[in-house]
Every structure is written in structure tokens, then in C-alpha cells.
């Protein structure tokens, strides 16, 4: 997979893929993550990429200008799966859109400041809409960092099976289980006898009743929404 984004912010985009298990999918080739500075699209000497709204109204609007010309350079190197936005009023991100895009070649990731993008280019441009919560950020450049965690973890050959997505809350709708490791007591508190008698049977019926229970308590809109498992 090859991942492309593009921002006024470089700098605030590279740790995520310079530790651990981002680092490693990279090392090993699994994925590229190549990051694109908006202002080296910039016409003016200023290297001005933003500008007043349109209309009036507080806040700055990433110029039409400097994202076309981009993104002309981006896909006339090669054909994109999806060109996604990175915005609060875009589809909320889901884990059966992580599992999704996971299956694609080559994303392009948009991320917006201050007011967001022009409106035309989300028009002529993108192809997907993502928002990663109910809050605004001050850009979408840790949107796009989680965007990208959460789906180059699923690449295959990324995770092994210590670290295997299969058991992830979400992958079946429902919050993951608790767990313990060593001691066996701490500070009082025990760990649940069962998961000590390595009957795996009874482990499992364990492990998916604290599950269930967790969602029922916190998340009961992930056992009746079917929506959870489609795509968008
Ligand atoms: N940009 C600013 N806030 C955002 C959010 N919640 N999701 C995605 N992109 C954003």
C-alpha cells in the first residue's frame, strides 16, 4: 500500500510513523507513507495557501489553487483508490471502514486548517469524507495520523499474533474484554480465577460475556445498529 498526504503541516506528521508498529510495516515494506508540503504548491512568493472566506465569517480557507495544482502532480504519477478529506462533517471513521480502505493500493489523504478546504475542490477532487469523532481538531493532521494507524495495522504480515486484529473491540461489534498478566495478585486485587485454569472453552464464554457486558454498559448502540458493519 502506498498512502500520500497532504499538508500544510509536514512536521506534525512524522512521529506517528517513526515508532513502533508503523515504523515496522514501513521497515518492512508493507507500506509507503510519502508527505506532501501544501506550500510548495504556492503561486505566490509568500507561498501563500490560504485565504479569507468567501461571504465573511472568522477563519481561513485553504485556497483552491495550491490543493488542485498538487493534486494534478500527485495522480498524473499514479491512480488513486480514494482521495479522502479529513474533516469533522465527514463520515464518521468506522473499523469496517479501516478494514475497507485497508484493501486498497493507493490513499490520498487531504488535510484541512483552519476553516477547511475550498468547497470546490472537495467537489472536483475527493472521494471520501472522514471524520474521526464529534470534535474539531485544529487541523487534520492527527485525524489522518489515526486514519493511518488504524488501517496500516490491519496490512497484512503487520501485526503478528501477539498483536493480531482478529480480537480487536469493534472487529465484531463489541468492546474487547478485559485483560490481566502477571502478578496474579496486585495491590489486593485478583486476577478472574478462570483465566488461570486454561480450560480455553470456558475462557472464551468468559471473555465474550465481559465483552458483551462492557458494550451493553457503554456502548449499546454497537449491538443493534447494523450500520456499524457496512462500510460507510
Ligand atoms: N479535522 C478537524 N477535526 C477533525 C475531525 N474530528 N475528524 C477529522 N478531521 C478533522
Redesign the pocket.
Known amino acids: 500500500m502506498r498512502i500520500d498526504i497532504v499538508t500544510v503541516l509536514p512536521e506534525l506528521l512524522r512521529s506517528p510513523f517513526e515508532a513502533s508498529i508503523l515504523k515496522r510495516a514501513i521497515e518492512k515494506g508493507l507500506v509507503e507513507v510519502h508527505l506532501h508540503n501544501l506550500r510548495d504548491y504556492a503561486s505566490n512568493r509568500y507561498k501563500q495557501v490560504d485565504d479569507y472566506a468567501f461571504g465573511g465569517g472568522a477563519g481561513m480557507v485553504l485556497m483552491p489553487g495550491p490543493l488542485d495544482r498538487c493534486l494534478q502532480a500527485l495522480t498524473s504519477e499514479r491512480e488513486y483508490d480514494e482521495v479522502i478529506y479529513?474533516?469533522?462533517d465527514?463520515h464518521p471513521l468506522k473499523q469496517a471502514m479501516a478494514n475497507g480502505l485497508s484493501l486498497k493500493r493507493n490513499l490520498l489523504i487531504l488535510c484541512?486548517h483552519y476553516k477547511g478546504i475550498d468547497q470546490r475542490i472537495r467537489d472536483l477532487w475527493v472521494t471520501r469524507e472522514?471524520?474521526?469523532?464529534d470534535?474539531?481538531?485544529s487541523?487534520?493532521e492527527l485525524?489522518a495520523a489515526v486514519l493511518c494507524d488504524a488501517v496500516i495495522r490491519l496490512l497484512p504480515g503487520v501485526l503478528n499474533d501477539e498483536t493480531s486484529a482478529l480480537t480487536d473491540t469493534f472487529q465484531d461489534n463489541l468492546l474487547a474484554p478485559p485483560v490481566y498478566t502477571r502478578p496474579r495478585e496486585f495491590k489486593g486485587l485478583k486476577v478472574p480465577e478462570v483465566l488461570l485454569g486454561g480450560d480455553f472453552n470456558k475462557i472464551e464464554d468468559w471473555r465474550e460475556e465481559q465483552a458483551y457486558r462492557r458494550t451493553m454498559e457503554r456502548r449499546p448502540d454497537l449491538l443493534n445498529l447494523p450500520d456499524g458493519s457496512k462500510m460507510e
Request: proline share 7%; no cysteine; hydrophobic share 40%.
Open positions: 479529513m474533516t469533522p465527514g484541512g472522514i471524520s474521526i469523532g470534535y474539531v481538531l487541523g487534520g485525524a
